[in-house]
């Protein structure tokens, strides 16, 4: 149960930054 708490934590934690580091390369890219 812990360790399939902390693999979703950290799946999301992971998944949250690269969506943010996304997001920053897209604006740029757009604007």
Same mark, same amino acid.
């Given at each position: #149960?812990?360790?399939d708490i902390?693999?979703?934590g950290?799946?999301?934690a992971m998944?949250?930054?690269v969506l943010s580091i996304a997001m920053?390369?897209?604006g740029?890219?757009? #604007?």
């Amino acid at each position: #149960m812990d360790f399939d708490i902390v693999t979703v934590g950290w799946v999301a934690a992971m998944a949250s930054f690269v969506l943010s580091i996304a997001m920053v390369v897209w604006g740029r890219n757009g #604007m």
